[in-house]
């Protein structure tokens, strides 16, 4: 597998999880790396954005709460979310624009109220 998510889990409001995603495709320090999530019943939905200089974007409804980072020696993405709400619950998959690589399987972020 290209993309492994890992990381996820039940959390009750107001806590917090750090997603991971390890990346075995090749040229992975020059991609443009991104966070998506799928609420049950909804489109896949694009959360967090870093580009391979650093440069982070975030939808609006995880501003200030979500932050994406990078280790390129490590071949990772990480994805620290605080403050989570149960609308933030779904499967959460990281993938690449700039790059062939297929979708991950996800991992599942459940937030209780």
């Known amino acids: 597998e290209l993309l492994v998510e890992s990381g996820g889990g039940l959390v009750q409001a107001g806590g917090s999880l750090r997603l991971s995603c390890r990346v075995s495709?090749?040229?992975?320090?020059?991609?443009?790396m991104d966070w998506y999530r799928q609420a049950p019943g909804s489109q896949r939905e694009l959360v967090a954005r870093?580009?391979?200089?650093?440069?982070?974007t975030y939808a609006d409804p995880v501003k200030g709460r979500f932050t994406i980072s990078r280790d390129n020696a490590a071949r990772t993405v990480f994805l620290q979310m605080n403050n989570l709400k149960p609308e933030d619950t779904g499967i959460y998959y990281c993938y690449s624009l700039d790059a062939p690589w297929p979708w991950g399987q996800g991992t599942q972020v459940t937030v209780s109220s």
């Open positions: 870093i580009t391979d200089a650093g440069t982070t």
């Open positions: 495709g090749r040229f992975f320090s020059s991609k443009t």
